[in-house]
T-cell receptor, first 113, second 112 residues
Framework: EAQVTQNPRYLITVTGKKLTVTCSQNMNHEYMSWYRQDPGLGLRQIYYSMNVEVTDKGDVPEGYKVSRKEKRNFPLILESPSPNQTSLYFC????????????FGSGTQLSVL | DQQVKQNSPSLSVQEGRISILNCDYTNSMFDYFLWYKKYPAEGPTFLISISSIKDKNEDGRFTVFLNKSAKHLSLHIVPSQPGDSAVYFCAARFQGAQKLVFGQGTRLTINP
């Protein structure tokens, strides 16, 4: 089954404790991206990647890192999480880029205390 | 600065009638527009898209209209069904780039 898998689904952590949210897709998609969803703000793009070792900033990249060492994986790294990073995070992928149909993961609800 | 705006946080429509969801944008450098639907506890799913060179695109019960002069996008759902109850996001892509900008979302409720 074609899917984007995010882990964990829920995460509660404390300020400053490094964490990684994993994202994996099994569709051989070139394009992958991360979004955060906040009330009243919709979805905002954090980072995206057009291919292995090619990443670029979205609209809200501060406080986040990503890597794309393999085509299928695109982890989101919070080196020193802060409470304003409490949010619902989504990973997505597509074959040809942002204008193509994006496949989203089920989301990761992160709470930073 | 919200470049893509969905000014109606919620919309309630009777089953069988038409649902019209609206989206306004400010940047004329957007060249592609998409609509996504989101159910609770799930990721968004793609619904329909339109290129800026077109003014209408249809897919079954869903039609997207683009008015470039007004910088306005709308999604029509006819007839509306209970399963259409969800949050709808419009999104816009910058010309020649891979950044996507989403609106705030509109929660659509279809009443039986």
């Amino acid at each position: 089954e074609a899917q984007v898998t995010q882990n964990p689904r829920y995460l509660i952590t404390v300020t400053g404790k490094k964490l990684t949210v994993t994202c994996s897709q099994n569709m051989n998609h070139e394009y992958m991206s991360w979004y955060r969803q906040d009330p009243g703000l919709g979805l905002r793009q954090i980072y995206y990647s057009m291919n292995v070792e090619v990443t670029d900033k979205g609209d809200v990249p501060e406080g986040y890192k990503v890597s794309r060492k393999e085509k299928r994986n695109f982890p989101l790294i919070l080196e020193s999480p802060s409470p304003n990073q409490t949010s619902l995070y989504f990973c997505a992928s597509s074959f040809g880029g942002a204008r193509e149909k994006l496949f989203f993961g089920s989301g990761t609800q992160l709470s930073v205390l | 600065d919200q470049q893509v705006k969905q000014n109606s946080p919620s919309l309630s429509v009777q089953e069988g009638r038409i649902s019209i969801l609206n989206c306004d944008y400010t940047n004329s450098m957007f060249d592609y527009f998409l609509w996504y639907k989101k159910y609770p506890a799930e990721g968004p799913t793609f619904l329909i898209s339109i290129s800026s060179i077109k003014d209408k695109n249809e897919d079954g019960r869903f039609t997207v209209f683009l008015n470039k002069s007004a910088k306005h996008l709308s999604l029509h759902i006819v007839p509306s069904q209970p399963g259409d109850s969800a949050v709808y996001f419009c999104a816009a892509r910058f010309q020649g780039a891979q950044k996507l900008v989403f609106g705030q979302g509109t929660r659509l409720t279809i009443n039986p």
